[in-house]
């Protein structure tokens, strides 16, 4: 997006070769493309543009410090266990984490299913219709997501019909050898299977089904088998089980362990509405049951309640990466990556990007074996099923104009920052492919993509910001080219905006450094994150300004002498287009007669403010012309700077065309905007003071022509409102 024409250049001149931007000699003298720097106006919009939203640019809040680092004090992961005593009653949960019985043979008892089926949430109709079915066929397969409750379910439509213990069977077992004649249980009515191992040669076939209908007819006994949605099938058609709302779940879990009127005040807290909010599994509401449980007994504090849902999630995070290939892929583990980095991001681009970054990964766990991509067969549902991300349609905003697209996110948006974390702190052995990874990613063209790198090496520097500084910021920060020293920018910049600490003060380094590499990051940096402190921003951006003076043309063959200088107008310019921009024109008003360098560094910034207008629409509404108009109205000293920098620039021959220009345009695009005439003629009257200001106005609205060539009207009308000699 960065077509976009300089506003500090006249319209009707062409850009001087000493303000062209620093050529790469060498690509040059190949015939090569420039190597020229994004404009920093354009740079900015694709911040505000492509940030995840768990970082939008310029939102005033603060990303809470449990998320992204910090002690989380409380239960720190961990999650309740075993027996829960309340009252001298005893109710019996099984938390996520612990062993299931899913995993091997044994009885289910009756007491633990009566305890199991007091906290059941009942789906309603739908699971009545499951139980009918069961009764009916004897054998029935239960399709869900992981960690949907399926096992819970399954249990629940055996003690439906009565029936009790539950015979739990191994999930290794082949379909064609359950319940063999011989069976040891062959008493037991009730039989579940949790999560049956299936593959291509070893498929679920309707013929199984019927053998084990006929077996379960002689016994007088029933199955439930549970399956996930990758489960190899043969001509059978699995009930699909989807649980009950979280809110059901919490509900039904507090009021059989506590009383009416306790279950309803939990039921009303804000911390509670917070938990539901987000998209937590049953295995995750069952267990927050527990905890409030525990806090109405005095036996877990209210920062363990305010903390669980965080905890919840890392433990999620945690589980991915933590289990073995077989179970979840690399190329799964790499799309989870790729989707917290690219989150809310167009799903075909995040998995574009996560099979690059899946084949990096293979390389470092097995260099031997080639990361192979299949190209087809991917199910894009299960796969983001998987993730606890949701797929929909929306525009996604690009150079030009909103495109629709469909986007993938995930449904908790703590999840990318909480992942990006686990995997850069908790598996290093992944970083090498992750750095070259996030070094691919910023060289690519889509300003979409460079921006998400940015901001996933903003996190990295959050969590671990020496690492992150040494093995990717500063080697991008110290690129001859622009495109990857743009990237550090806006790295360093949404760090700050997450928290990081330090950003500040590294910055004010850089711009006393003798690397014009480090300088140049260091000052476009200034110009997005100054508005926090634009008086220190301001003193840097001056001690940059200085330090040119002290440079050895020598030491920086090839460099252009304006790299700098340009950027350090860009950066006033974008301070005095942010919500500081008060404090900022005060600032520069009080500083710009100390020497020539600082009041060429006023004037280059503020008019090229004056150029900018909303969206760099051509022939939009000038965003200073309306900053003045909003003076004028409030009554605010903004006014009156604004045509003071403007008028010093009318009276400064190196500045003055570019001025010109200026007011210029404002005339042409103030045609039928509402307050824009009242406002140019109160300025316009305020430049001509004196004689020579009256002539210079004067031939500048009696020779402005428009596109058709003639004489705008309100041209006229400004030119009548001057003031007399």
């Avoid at 190899?232 to 699909?240: A, I, K, Q, T, Y």
């Avoid at 979409?448 to 996933?456: D, E, G, I, K, N």
């Avoid at 950027?567 to 900022?584: F, G, I, K, M, R």
């Avoid at 003071?644 to 010109?660: C, V």
Wanted: glycine share 8%; aromatic share 4%.
């Amino acid at each position: 997006m960065s077509g976009e024409p300089d506003p500090r250049q006249p319209a009707d001149e062409e850009q001087s070769p000493a303000a062209a931007p620093a050529v790469h000699t060498d690509e040059a003298a190949d015939g090569a493309p420039a190597d020229r720097p994004q404009d920093a106006w354009a740079a900015r919009r694709d911040l505000e543009d492509h940030a995840p939203r768990s970082m939008a640019f310029g939102a005033e809040t603060r990303l809470a410090g449990g998320v992204l680092g910090g002690v989380n004090h409380g239960i720190g992961g961990g999650f309740f266990h075993g027996d829960v005593h309340v009252d001298a009653r005893t109710h019996v949960h099984y938390g996520f984490g612990a062993l299931s019985a899913a995993h091997s043979s044994g009885e289910i008892r009756a007491a633990m299913l009566s305890g199991i089926a007091a906290c059941f949430a009942d789906p309603g109709p739908a699971f009545t219709a499951l139980v009918e079915q069961l009764r009916e066929e004897r054998v029935l397969v239960l399709s869900g997501p992981r960690s949907s409750g399926r096992r819970t379910a399954a249990l629940m439509l055996l003690h439906r019909l009565g029936l009790s213990p539950v015979h739990s069977l191994a999930r290794d077992t082949s379909p064609h050898a359950l319940l063999p004649e011989s069976d040891d249980d062959a008493g037991a009515q009730g039989h579940l299977l949790c999560d049956l191992e299936t593959d291509r040669n070893k498929p679920l076939r309707d013929v199984d089904l019927l053998a084990l209908r006929d077996r379960l007819g002689r016994r007088d006994a029933y199955l439930v088998i549970t399956i996930g949605p990758t489960a190899c099938l043969e001509d059978v058609r699995p009930r699909p089980w989807q649980p009950p709302a979280p809110a059901d779940v919490l509900a039904a879990h507090l009021r059989a362990r506590l009383d009416e009127d306790t279950a309803a005040d939990l039921l009303a807290l804000p911390v509670v509405a917070e938990f539901l909010a987000r998209d937590h599994q049953p295995r995750e509401t069952s267990a927050f049951a527990s905890v409030l449980v525990e806090h109405t007994a005095g036996n877990a504090s209210g920062e363990d309640v305010g903390n669980f849902s965080l905890a919840a999630l890392e433990d999620q995070v945690r589980e991915w990466f933590e289990e073995d290939d077989t179970v979840l892929h690399l190329r799964e583990k790499s799309f989870l990556i790729a989707l917290a980095a690219f989150d809310d991001g167009p799903y075909a681009l995040t998995a574009e990007v996560s099979d690059r970054l899946y084949a990096r990964l293979q390389e470092t766990a097995d260099s031997q074996l080639p990361a192979a991509v299949p190209v087809f067969g991917t199910h894009i549902g299960r796969r983001l099923q998987r993730a606890r991300a949701l797929r929909y349609e929306a525009d996604e905003p690009t150079e030009w104009g909103p495109v629709r697209q469909v986007k993938a996110a995930f449904r908790d948006d703590r999840t990318s920052l909480v992942l990006l974390r686990e995997v850069w702190t908790g598996h290093p052995s992944a970083r090498p492919a992750l750095v070259q990874w996030l070094q691919e990613l910023a060289k690519d063209g889509r300003p979409l993509v460079r921006t998400r790198a940015s901001s996933t090496v903003a996190v990295l520097a959050h969590t671990d910001l020496p690492s992150a500084m040494a093995l990717v910021i500063e080697p991008w920060a110290a690129s001859p080219l622009y495109g990857p020293r743009t990237v550090a920018v806006h790295a360093l910049a949404l760090a700050h905006r997450i928290g990081t600490p330090n950003v500040p003060q590294i910055l004010d380094a850089w711009c006393d450094s003798d690397a014009l590499h480090l300088r140049w990051v260091a000052i476009r940096t200034h110009g997005l994150i100054g508005p926090e402190r634009p008086v220190e921003t301001l003193a840097a951006l001056r001690t940059a300004a200085h330090r040119e003076d002290r440079d050895d043309p020598e030491e920086a063959p090839g460099q252009d002498d304006g790299e700098l200088g340009e950027a350090l107008a860009e950066s006033v310019e974008l301070l005095l287009l942010s919500t500081a921009n008060d404090q900022v024109l005060d600032e520069l008003l009080r500083t710009q007669e100390r020497d020539r360098r600082m009041r060429t560094l006023a004037m280059n910034g503020f008019l090229g403010a004056c150029g900018r207008t909303e969206r760099g629409a051509p022939k939009g509404r000038p965003i200073v012309l309306d900053w003045y108009a909003t003076s004028l109205t409030t009554h605010t000293p903004a006014a009156t700077g604004i045509r003071s920098l403007m008028r010093t620039a009318l009276n400064d021959r190196d500045h003055r065309k570019h001025a010109l220009d200026v007011l210029s345009r404002w005339v042409l695009s103030a045609e039928g905007v509402p307050g824009a005439e009242s406002a140019l003629s109160h300025l316009l009257s305020g430049l001509a003071v004196d004689e020579q200001e009256r002539r210079r106005i004067s031939h500048l609205l009696r020779t402005l022509t428009g596109d058709d060539g003639t004489q705008p009207p309100l041209a006229n009308r400004l030119l009548a409102a001057l003031p007399l000699p």
